[in-house]
Nanobody, 125 residues
C-alpha cells in the first residue's frame, strides 16, 4: 500500500520558520516528480512547489517564491519544504503529492496520483 505521510506542521509566529517533511512508503518515487499543495479554510487547494526527480528542476507559486524551498532525498524516499518568513496567509493544511506518469513537475493537482493526508500549518501571533 502506497502512503505519503507529512510531518512538521504546527503553530508558528509571523516571520518564523517551519520545515515540513513527506515520507513515502509502499513504492519508490525517486524517479518521479513530487510536489506540495495547500488548502486554507474555505478555499480551494492550491499549488505551492514542485520538484523533479533529480532536484534540478523546481517550480514555486509566486506567493511563496523566495521564502519557501522544496528539496528531496531520494535515498530516504522523501521530500521537504523549508518555509521561512511565514505569514498569516500561509496558514493551511499542507499536502504532499507524487506523480507517477511523467517526468516534469506540474502545478496542477490533476497531474498527481498519490496524496498524503496533510499537516496543519498555522501562522499566528
Amino acid at each position: 500500500q502506497v502512503q505519503l505521510v507529512e510531518s512538521g506542521g504546527g503553530l508558528v509566529q509571523p516571520g518564523g520558520s517551519l520545515r515540513l517533511s513527506c515520507a513515502a512508503s509502499g513504492r519508490t518515487f525517486n524517479r518521479n516528480p513530487m510536489a506540495w499543495f495547500r488548502q486554507a479554510p474555505g478555499k480551494e487547494r492550491e499549488f505551492v512547489a514542485a520538484i523533479n526527480w533529480s532536484a534540478e528542476n523546481t517550480i514555486y507559486a509566486g506567493s511563496v517564491k523566495g521564502r519557501f524551498t522544496i528539496s528531496r532525498d531520494n535515498a530516504k524516499n522523501s521530500i521537504y519544504l523549508q518555509m521561512n518568513s511565514l505569514k498569516p496567509e500561509d496558514t493551511a493544511v499542507y499536502y504532499c503529492a507524487a506523480r507517477i506518469d511523467g517526468t516534469y513537475p506540474r502545478t496542477s493537482d490533476v497531474h498527481y496520483d498519490y496524496w498524503g493526508r496533510g499537516t496543519q500549518v498555522t501562522v499566528s501571533s
